[in-house]
Nanobody, 129 residues
C-alpha cells in the first residue's frame, strides 16, 4: 500500500525559503519506474492546484507562478520527494500535498489531479508579509 508523508512545513516571512519533503513507501517494485510524483497546494477558500511534478526520468514541470523559484527533486528509489521553495510570497500560504501516480514514462498534467491516485495528508506552509 502506497503511503506518502509530508514534512518540512512551517512559518516563514515573505522572501524566505522552505524545504518540503515527502517520504514515500509501498510502490509496487515492478512499477517503480513508472511512478510520477508531484506537489499540490490548497489555500484557504481556493481550489487545490498543481505546483510541480517529476517523472521517472527526472523530467520536471512547474506551475507558471512558481517557475524559477521552486525546485522539485527525488531520489532514484522514489523514496523521497523534495520541494525547495525560495522567495516565498504571502499568497503561497497553503496546505501542501505530495501526490503520486503510476503513469508510465511521463507525468500526468498538473491540471489533472484525478490522475494522481495517492495523496499525503499535507503540511502547512504559512508566509507572512
Amino acid at each position: 500500500q502506497v503511503q506518502l508523508v509530508e514534512s518540512g512545513g512551517g512559518s516563514v516571512q515573505s522572501g524566505g525559503s522552505l524545504r518540503l519533503s515527502c517520504a514515500a513507501s509501498g510502490f509496487t517494485y515492478s512499477r517503480v519506474s513508472s511512478v510520477c510524483m508531484a506537489w499540490f497546494r490548497q489555500a484557504p477558500g481556493k481550489e487545490r492546484e498543481g505546483v510541480a511534478n517529476i517523472d521517472n526520468g527526472g523530467g520536471t514541470t512547474y506551475a507558471d507562478s512558481v517557475n524559477d523559484r521552486f525546485t522539485v527533486s527525488q531520489d532514484t528509489a522514489r523514496t523521497t520527494l523534495v520541494l525547495q521553495m525560495n522567495s516565498l510570497k504571502p499568497e503561497e500560504t497553503a496546505m501542501y500535498y505530495c501526490a503520486a501516480a503510476y503513469s508510465g514514462r511521463y507525468c500526468p498534467p498538473l491540471s489533472g489531479q484525478h490522475y494522481y491516485k495517492y495523496w499525503g495528508q499535507g503540511t502547512q506552509v504559512t508566509v507572512s508579509s
